[in-house]
């Protein structure tokens, strides 16, 4: 997607310009959920008003919306006031320092779920926990 569409196209526009594979996370407030991604993983923030965002990372853009805006919508029903959303979906992102990460996340308060660790299928990774509990997991690749 030309970034110029993320930030600018009005909705049917925007919409029409989408392929391919895309990830829509809902969220309470698209406020502290753009503060966790930007402050905490460095995303790019391309557009955010109180019901919709569109960020990047590494060229992948994705959306968030409020649960406000799925007003006729039957997903948020299926929510049933858990605190974690995504159970068992793990956001990875690739190339991304997770010491620095998870040291951000603890300095603002966000949970950590695991410290950041060597694994052994080549990547050392840390799994934080943004406002709404989605998982994202930083990760960078060890030296060989």
Request: glycine content about 10%; aromatic content about 10%.
């Amino acid at each position: 997607m030309d970034k110029s569409i993320a930030r600018e196209a009005s909705a049917p526009e925007f919409g029409r310009n989408l392929k391919g594979f895309g990830i829509n996370l809902l969220v309470k407030d698209i406020g502290k959920t753009t503060a966790f991604l930007k402050e905490i993983l460095g995303m790019e923030i391309h557009r955010a008003d109180q019901d919709f965002a569109v960020l990047e990372h590494d060229g992948n853009f994705f959306q968030l919306h409020a649960d406000h805006t799925y007003h006729d919508n039957p997903l948020p029903e299926t929510f049933g006031g858990t605190l974690h959303r995504g159970g068992g979906v793990e956001l990875r992102l690739y190339q991304k320092d997770p010491d620095a990460c998870e040291a951000r996340a603890k300095k603002k308060g966000y949970r950590v779920l695991r410290t950041s660790l060597d694994r052994p299928h080549g990547l050392r990774e840390c799994y934080l926990l943004d406002p709404d509990g989605y998982c994202w997991v930083p990760s960078a690749p060890l030296e060989k």
